[in-house]
């Protein structure tokens, strides 16, 4: 049976006039498929303010955000009077709304009082995005003559309980699915589902990370075996770099399911990292296209894509992280020193993003998120007690602001040359490179530089080994 998923960003039902054009977007395709599902984000914005407001609650900054969450309710009132014109749906949907914004209110009161929030807190409070918006969409489709309904997909979705970051289960997940989803299909109801949102097996709500609506969209498609996933987003499809910084890149035609997942992981914002991750398991044909120019084909990723070997597909970048450097000549002799020290940064739940260890063995170099290089270093500081004493290690460090830059192709770890342009290059820009790692996978060669440098790098790089191919 033809099963379409399509997960509409925050952009593409960001306000009223976005949500119509979405709508329209499900109107002309839903004849097409025998089960469709559309799975939705919060607005565009709405949870970087739902963070905001549980961080203002946590600094005690009571006014600051009580008023953001009277803009939230405004912002939401409006787009659902702008777009839903049924006298019975507005009476329906106006108090699930004011349900929804009293229980933030209440959050961060709580919140305040407490003067600090949980991980498990925070997907309570970031998951009303969605919550809020699916009802909202669900009414605008049905305005326009759909059978639609709002679905939690925090009744969906199984996860384990890494708070901010959850996992699946697949097959609890499955039987949610079918119990619920399922009928509705067979009954030709569009469920419109919230993305990013997910719940324990006891019913606490998770979420899937930031982005995450893109990797709902993916484990509905697992669960519901579907034909196709579509993720409807702002720009024309995955492109050779971000095209907010480099304005010449250009949309790549198709991609394989190995080139998007290398892609996603070092920072393609386009897709959640983890969205390949069910769509591989069932080999679920993905496509990204623009809400905004439906026209344009977009990007089809597939199990393997006709991309040439060896080159470039495209630059990508990782935001706000420092290197940490464990240097000191006496570390040559000492066993285990890297295994311990990684061993510190796990305790920390720290992820390390990228590793270079000089042949010598004098310094070891890593790149983690900035927001956890105080603990990071703290950690290997009393690991490393005896060593430090002893002078055998000199000092652990951290240099902040810096951004990993990739460069994605397939096979290109085999062919001779982008390396030296990719360096040829950044000389010529003057532009200083930090650290260097290649062997991590076929498929890519990151370096490091400064954030000063980044966007310079990144357009320096897409000139040379993409468009002068
Ligand atoms: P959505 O809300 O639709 O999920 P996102 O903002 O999460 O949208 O992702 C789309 C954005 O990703 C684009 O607006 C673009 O600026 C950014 N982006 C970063 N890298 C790429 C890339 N390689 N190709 C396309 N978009 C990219
Ligand atoms: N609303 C969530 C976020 O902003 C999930 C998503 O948009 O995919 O991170
Ligand atoms: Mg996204």
Redesign the pocket.
């Known amino acids: 049976m033809s099963t379409l998923i399509m ?6 039902v960001g306000n009223a006039e976005a949500i119509a054009q979405a709508c329209s977007i499900v109107k002309s395709y839903h004849q097409d498929w025998a089960r469709l599902v559309v799975v939705v ?1 919060a607005m ?1 914005g709405v949870t970087d303010s739902l963070i905001e407001c549980a961080e203002l609650a946590v600094q005690g900054e009571e006014d600051q955000y009580q008023s953001l969450i009277e803009q939230l309710r405004a912002n939401h009132h409006s787009a659902m009077k702008d777009i839903v014109s049924d006298e019975m749906e507005l009476e329906q949907l106006t108090p699930q709304f004011d349900e929804y914004i009293s229980e933030l209110s209440e959050y961060c009161r709580s919140i305040h009082v407490l003067g600090e929030v949980t991980a498990r807190g925070m997907d309570t409070i970031t998951s009303l995005g969605e919550r809020i918006n699916a009802p909202l969409v669900a009414a605008a489709l049905r305005g326009q003559g759909l059978a639609a309904q709002a679905v939690d997909a925090a009744q969906l979705i199984v996860t384990d309980n890494s708070f901010q970051n959850a996992n699946p289960l697949e097959e609890a997940t499955r039987i949610k699915v079918n119990e619920i989803l399922v009928p509705l299909l067979n009954e030709k109801v569009i469920p419109v589902v919230t993305g990013f949102v997910a719940a324990t097996e006891q019913g606490i709500v998770t979420t899937l990370g930031r ?1 995450g ?2 990797y709902t969209a993916a484990i509905l498609g697992n669960s519901l075996d579907a034909s196709e996933v579509w ?5 024309d ?8 910084i480099v304005t010449n ?1 250009m949309v ?1 035609p198709e991609l394989s399911f190995s080139e998007v997942s290398e ?1 996603a992981y070092f ?6 990292p983890k969205t390949l991750r069910p769509i591989i398991e069932r080999d679920i044909p993905l496509w ?1 296209k623009n ?1 905004f120019n439906p026209a344009s084909t977009g990007t089809k990723v597939i199990r393997s894509s006709k991309s040439d070997e060896g080159k470039v597909t ?3 970048t990782i935001r706000n992280l420092s290197l940490v450097t464990v240097e000191g000549r006496g570390m040559l002799g000492i066993p285990g020193i890297a295994a311990r020290t990684f061993a510190a940064v796990a305790r920390q739940g720290a992820s390390v993003l990228m590793i270079s260890q000089a042949s010598s063995e004098q310094s070891i170099c890593f790149v983690i998120p900035s927001k956890t290089v105080s603990g990071v270093i703290h950690s290997i500081e009393s690991e490393m007690e005896l060593e430090l004493s002893r002078r055998d290690i000199d000092r652990v460090w951290a240099q902040p602001e810096i951004v990993i830059v990739t460069a994605v192709g397939a096979g290109l770890r085999t062919t001779p040359g982008i390396a030296g342009r990719v360096f040829s290059a950044l000389g010529e820009a003057r532009i200083n490179v930090i650290a260097i790692a290649q062997g991590s996978s076929e498929y890519s060669i990151s370096i490091v530089v400064a954030e000063k440098d980044a966007d310079d790098a990144m357009r320096k790089i897409h000139q040379e080994v993409i468009l002068n191919g």
């Not at 997960?7 to 593409?12: D, E, I, L, N, P």
């Not at 993720?231 to 720009?235: G, I």
């Not at 920072?267 to 959640?272: E, F, S």
């Open positions: 997960k509409f960003g925050g952009t593409s984000s565009r982005g609506s893109d993720t409807w987003t702002d720009v499809g995955v492109m050779t770099a971000d095209p907010r890149a790549i892609l920072g393609a914002k386009v897709l959640h990204v809400t495209a630059i990508t």
